[in-house]
C-alpha cells in the first residue's frame, strides 16, 4: 500500500526525547515516582493528540531560537503507537508502585529510559518497528508502511 | 540519593554495555557463516554495504565515501552491495538496524569492523587499516621502493 508521508517535524520529538528521559532518570534518583506518573499521564495526552509529551518545552525552545524544526517525511501513527507502549509501561510502573512493589515500578520505567535512549541516540524506534512489523503481517489498523529506503524503526533522513 | 544516582550510573554504562555486547554477539556469530558473502572471493578484504535505492543518505553520502575507498584500493577491495529492504533475512541476520550500514570483512571473510549510519571514507581506510590492509596508494613512494 502507498503511504501518505507527512512532514515530522523530528527536532520537537527528539526534544520530548530528552526531556523525558532526563525527568525519568531525575525521578528514579531522587526516588520520586510521582515524576514518572506525571511523564506518564503527558505521554497519555501526547498520544491522545498526537503531539509530543513536551511539546511545550520544545515550543519554548523554539521561541527563544536555540532549536530550530527538522522536517522530514515520515509517517506519525507509529511514533504515536510508541508513545502510546511507553504510556503502558508507566502506567504500568504507577499502578506497580501505588500496589507496594517499588523494584518492578522502577524496572518498568527503566525499560521506558532505555527505550528513549536508544530512539535519542541510536535513532531506532522500537514501538515504530513493531507497529511496522504488525503492518507488514498485515494486523487492521496498521495501515502505514515504512518510508521509502528505511528499515523499519530506523529515523528517516532528509530527503536530497 | 548518592546511591541512587551512583545505581543510575551504573545502569546506564550497563546499558552501553549490553548495547555493544549486542554488537560483538551479532559479529561472532557471523563468523564462519557468511550470510550474504556469496560473492565474497578469499583473500581480499571486503565491505558489506546495506543500502536501497529509497535511502538518501546511502546515495547522497554513503555512495561517494566507498567510491573514495575503491578508488584507493583498486581491485586489491570488494565492495559488496546488499539491498536491504529486498532481502529482509540478510538484514535481520547481520543486525542491522539503519541504513546505511558497512561492514568490515577481512581477507578471511571474518567481519571485524561495522558502521551503523553513515562513514565517511577516513573512517573505512581506518578500519581497513586496522585489520591490516593499507591502501597502496596511501603508502609513500620511497617506503614502495624500500619493499621492493
Keep these: 500500500m502507498a503511504t501518505q508521508l507527512k512532514a515530522i517535524d523530528h527536532s520537537a520529538m527528539q526534544t520530548s526525547r530528552a526531556v523525558r ?21 503527558l505521554m497519555l495526552v501526547g498520544t491522545a493528540r498526537g503531539r509530543g509529551d513536551f511539546g511545550f518545552i520544545y515550543r519554548a525552545l523554539r521561541r527563544a531560537r ?31 508502585f501505588l500496589a507496594g512493589l517499588p523494584i518492578l515500578g522502577w524496572v518498568l520505567t527503566w525499560v521506558i529510559i532505555g527505550l528513549t535512549a536508544l530512539n535519542l541516540f541510536g535513532g531506532f524506534c522500537v514501538g515504530c518497528a513493531v507497529y511496522y512489523w504488525m503492518n507488514r503481517v498485515g494486523l487492521r489498523g496498521f495501515v502505514k508502511a515504512p518510508p521509502p529506503g528505511v528499515i523499519p524503526g530506523q529515523r528517516p533522513s532528509r530527503p536530497d | 540519593m548518592l546511591e541512587r544516582l551512583a545505581a543510575a550510573l551504573a545502569l546506564i554504562v550497563v546499558g552501553y554495555l549490553v548495547y555493544r555486547l549486542y554488537g560483538w554477539f551479532i559479529m561472532r556469530r557471523l563468523v564462519g557463516a557468511g550470510m550474504g558473502l556469496e560473492g565474497y572471493t578469499p583473500g581480499k578484504p571486503a565491505i558489506l554495504y546495506f543500502t536501497d535505492p529509497g535511502c538518501a543518505p546511502c546515495h547522497a553520502l554513503q555512495d561517494p565515501a566507498l567510491e573514495q575507498v575503491a578508488a584507493q584500493f583498486g581491485d586489491r577491495l570488494q565492495i559488496i552491495k546488499v539491498q536491504a529492504l529486498e532481502n529482509p533475512h540478510l538484514t535481520d541476520a547481520w543486525g542491522v538496524l539503519s541504513l546505511p550500514t558497512t561492514f568490515i570483512i577481512d581477507t578471511r571473510g571474518r ?29 609513500e613512494p620511497d617506503r614502495v621502493d624500500s619493499l621492493s
Design chain 2, 111 to 139: 567481519p571485524r569492523g561495522v558502521n551503523h549510519g553513515v562513514a565517511r571514507a577516513p573512517r573505512l581506510l581506518d578500519q581497513l587499516r586496522a585489520i591490516g590492509e593499507a591502501s597502496p596508494r596511501l603508502v
Design chain 1, 66 to 96: 536555540w532549536i530550530s524544526p527538522d522536517l522530514i517525511p515520515d509517517n506519525p501513527e507509529p511514533h504515536r503507537f510508541a508513545m502510546g507502549i511507553g504510556v503502558v509501561f508507566l502506567a504500568g510502573s504507577t499502578l506497580a
Design chain 1, 21 to 41: 528521559m532526563g525527568v525519568l532518570l531525575a525521578a528514579f534518583v531522587v526516588n520520586a515516582p510521582w515524576l514518572a506518573a506525571i511523564t506518564g499521564v
